[in-house]
């Protein structure tokens, strides 16, 4: 069975929404993070997204092309759940509005390589509510954002989990990468 692995970026006050807009100072790179990206990208045929991800990346990625990462991002397949969404302009792209969860899990059963999912949201609480979250990597920034509202904050309602941490990396930048299983 294909996993799931939710790949977010969060500050370390919590903030999930748009980080390519947030604040930054020249920090050094080793060019890990880069790599354990499209490591990731590489290893997942699927991109699993809610609207407000999809909205922010359709525009980035189909203008993008000629580097491993962006090829892969347009060719693969994409799953946007959303209720308004109805007309996707990004290749490979499918809404998923009807029975959420049973979808998601009829995505996993097929074969396949594994199904990341960005950003941090309903679709990611509602992954956390059916037991189809596998994997939580959490790329904690070392910065505060100083705003955020309570929709783009990693604290939504959701049930209790219990994680296990099961890797971590310290990049040269300071930046974390947490990667959590469900106990």
């Given at each position: 069975m294909?996993?799931?692995?939710?790949?977010?970026?969060?500050?370390?006050?919590?903030?999930?929404?748009?980080?390519?807009?947030?604040?930054?100072?020249?920090?050094?790179s080793d060019g890990r993070g880069d790599e354990i990206q499209l490591n990731l990208l590489m290893a997942c045929d699927t991109v699993l997204m809610g609207r407000r991800t999809y909205e922010s990346f359709a525009p980035t990625w189909q203008a993008r092309s000629g580097d491993p990462f962006s090829?892969?991002?347009?060719?693969?397949?994409?799953?946007?759940?959303?209720?308004?969404?109805?007309?996707?302009d990004w290749t490979n792209t499918t809404v998923i509005s009807g029975d959420v969860a049973e979808r998601i899990r009829q995505l996993k059963e097929e074969p396949g390589q594994d199904i990341v999912q960005y950003g941090f949201g309903v679709v990611s609480t509602l992954l956390m509510e059916h037991?189809?979250?596998?994997?939580?990597?959490?790329?904690?920034?070392?910065?505060?954002?100083?705003k955020g509202s309570t929709d783009d904050v990693l604290f939504p309602k959701g049930p209790p989990t219990q994680f296990v941490l099961t890797d971590s990396t310290i990049l040269k930048s300071g930046m974390a990468i947490l990667s959590y299983q469900p106990a």
């Amino acid at each position: 069975m294909r996993k799931i692995i939710n790949s977010t970026y969060i500050s370390l006050d919590g903030v999930v929404e748009l980080p390519h807009e947030w604040p930054t100072i020249e920090q050094p790179s080793d060019g890990r993070g880069d790599e354990i990206q499209l490591n990731l990208l590489m290893a997942c045929d699927t991109v699993l997204m809610g609207r407000r991800t999809y909205e922010s990346f359709a525009p980035t990625w189909q203008a993008r092309s000629g580097d491993p990462f962006s090829d892969r991002m347009n060719a693969m397949a994409k799953y946007v759940v959303s209720t308004t969404l109805t007309d996707p302009d990004w290749t490979n792209t499918t809404v998923i509005s009807g029975d959420v969860a049973e979808r998601i899990r009829q995505l996993k059963e097929e074969p396949g390589q594994d199904i990341v999912q960005y950003g941090f949201g309903v679709v990611s609480t509602l992954l956390m509510e059916h037991g189809l979250l596998d994997e939580l990597r959490l790329w904690l920034d070392p910065l505060f954002v100083g705003k955020g509202s309570t929709d783009d904050v990693l604290f939504p309602k959701g049930p209790p989990t219990q994680f296990v941490l099961t890797d971590s990396t310290i990049l040269k930048s300071g930046m974390a990468i947490l990667s959590y299983q469900p106990a």
